[in-house]
Structure formats: C-alpha cells, structure tokens
C-alpha cells in the first residue's frame, strides 16, 4: 500500500521557521517528480513547489519563491520542505504529492498520490 506521511507542522510566529518532511512508503518515488500543495480555509489547493526525480530543477510559486526550499533525500525515500520568513498567508494544511516519472509540473492533475497533510499555522 503506497503511504504518503507528512510530518513537522505547527504553530509558529510570522518571521519563524519549520521543516517539513514526507516519508513514502509502498514503494520508491526514486524516479518521480514529488510536489507540495496547500490548501486555506475556503480555498482551493495551490501548488507551492516541485522537486524533479534527480533533486536537480525544482520550482516555485511566486508567492514562496526565496523562502522556502524543497530538496529530496531518495535513499531515505523522504522530501523535505524547509519555510523560513512564514507569513500568516502561508496558514494552511500542506500536502506532499508524488507526481510522473522524472519531472510533473505546476497542476495537481499531474500528481497520482498524496498524504493527509500537515497543519501550518502561522501568528501575526
């Protein structure tokens, strides 16, 4: 049974940070694309970044894009999510989602799994 498990969310400070991690089990993701989303109250999931197979190209939202980093680790099957200078815009549940082989991009259709998700609070 493939599982996706997010892990690291909270409650933190505007100007604070957290790491985000998602271990996946089941089988390897060594070869996929893996993504984070999220989703506000009352709004639709957003694509926040997307890493390659390799860990080599990885994109962003603009609205993340300088503050956060996703990077992968494939011999622990895990991708990380690292958030520096939170912003109360960034509340909401995150999801990691793994995508095609090699590269999946910006759209969620492009992406075949995905966990429970994760919390993130930030206070103004």
């Known amino acids: 049974q493939v599982q996706l498990v997010e892990s690291g969310g909270g409650l933190v400070q505007a100007g604070g940070s957290l790491r985000l991690s998602c271990a996946a089990s089941?089988?390897?993701?060594?070869?996929?694309?893996m993504g984070w989303f999220r989703q506000a109250p009352g709004k639709e999931r957003e694509f926040v970044t997307g890493i390659n197979w390799s860990g080599g190209t990885t994109y962003y939202a603009d609205s993340v894009k300088g503050r956060f980093t996703i990077s992968r680790d494939n011999a622990k099957n895990t991708v990380y999510l690292q958030m520096n200078s939170l912003k109360p815009e960034d509340t909401a549940v995150y999801y990691c989602?793994?995508?095609?082989?090699?590269?999946?991009?910006?759209?969620?259709?492009?992406?075949?799994?995905w966990g429970q998700g994760t919390q993130v609070t930030v206070s103004s």
């Open positions: 089941g089988r390897t993701f060594n070869y996929n694309a």
């Open positions: 989602e793994a995508g095609r082989e090699y590269y999946s991009g910006r759209y969620e259709g492009e992406y075949d799994y």
